[in-house]
């Protein structure tokens, strides 16, 4: 069962805003805190307000000495999949779906804060294929076979540089190839079948599935949403949702740290 932690109020945990799609999970080798699942929208603000502060606190908490490590994966989440699947217009799309862009400002102007400036965000993209190009590039099979093998972070983070601040559309396939070759570590000789799976939609079904999953298992309506526990059999993970402040994370970090000393 999750629960929410008592320094995170009932508002901060239901989402009001627009929402966007992705999800991540933190997971950690033996005796570790982890995040076990994050889930998240590359498209929106607060996913990557939510992602840079919580960088800063496993930043932070392990810069301590005898600290346990933090592993994070990311899992996919798509709010509107009605959007079209090349994508739209930034404006266009606001303006279709609120009448105008102007509940990005604050998310912005919080976002620079941390660090995530939005300098360049020109499209509202369709995401289904960017969770697809994660998918493949982060896979068991490719962790195999391939060096340097990027995880579903590293991956997200590249996507996140894309949309906001470089004015890439990533719904589209070469877009998600140049990304996958320049940021991702995927070879030329690589290249034909990943775009033959994205053209293809090939790993679509599985990330609806996994969307599904996380809706069924941990009820998610809203993102970003963090699922945040230790790899200890039997403990009870804490489950909320929204950007909270870094103080937040750490808080938990700590105190699931020292339930691993007992």
């Known amino acids: 069962m999750l629960f929410s932690p008592p320094s995170i109020s009932e508002s901060a945990s239901s989402a009001t805003w627009p929402d966007h799609d992705s999800t991540t999970n933190i997971v950690l080798p033996h005796r570790l805190v982890t995040v076990n699942r994050f889930v998240v929208e590359i498209t929106t603000t607060r996913c990557l307000v939510g992602k840079k502060k919580l960088d800063q ?3 932070t908490f392990q810069s301590s000495p005898n ?3 933090i592993h994070v994966e990311w899992k996919p989440y798509i709010i509107d999949p009605n959007t079209k699947i090349d994508g739209e217009e930034f404006e266009a799309y606001n303006i279709r779906r609120w009448g105008s862009s102007g509940w990005t400002r604050s998310l912005k102007s ?4 941390v660090g995530a400036n939005f300098d360049n965000w020109k499209t509202w993209p369709n995401t289904l294929r960017a969770h697809q190009l994660i998918a493949f590039v982060a896979s068991n099979d490719r962790r195999a076979s391939a060096e340097n093998v990027p995880t579903t972070a590293q991956c997200n983070e590249a996507l996140f540089e894309a949309t906001y601040e470089l004015g890439e559309n990533i719904s589209l396939v070469d877009t998600l190839v140049k990304i996958a070759m320049e940021k991702l570590g995927v070879g030329p000789e690589e290249i034909p079948r990943l775009r033959s799976y994205l053209e293809n939609n090939e790993g679509a079904r599985e990330v609806m599935k996994e969307i599904q999953s996380g809706r069924k298992k941990y009820n998610i309506r809203g993102v970003p949403y963090f699922i945040i ?4 059999a039997g403990q009870t993970p804490y489950g909320f949702s929204g950007a909270q ?4 994370y750490l808080e938990i970090f700590q105190e699931l740290s ?3 000393e007992k």
């Not at 919080?110 to 804060?113: A, Q, S």
């Not at 526990?229 to 200890?232: L, R």
């Not at 402040?245 to 937040?248: G, I, K, L, R």
């Open 110 to 113: 919080n976002g620079r804060k």
């Open 245 to 248: 402040d870094s103080s937040t």
């Open 57 to 59: 606190a496993i930043d």
């Open 67 to 69: 600290k346990p490590p």
């Open 229 to 232: 526990g230790t790899s200890e």
């Open 258 to 260: 020292e339930s691993l």
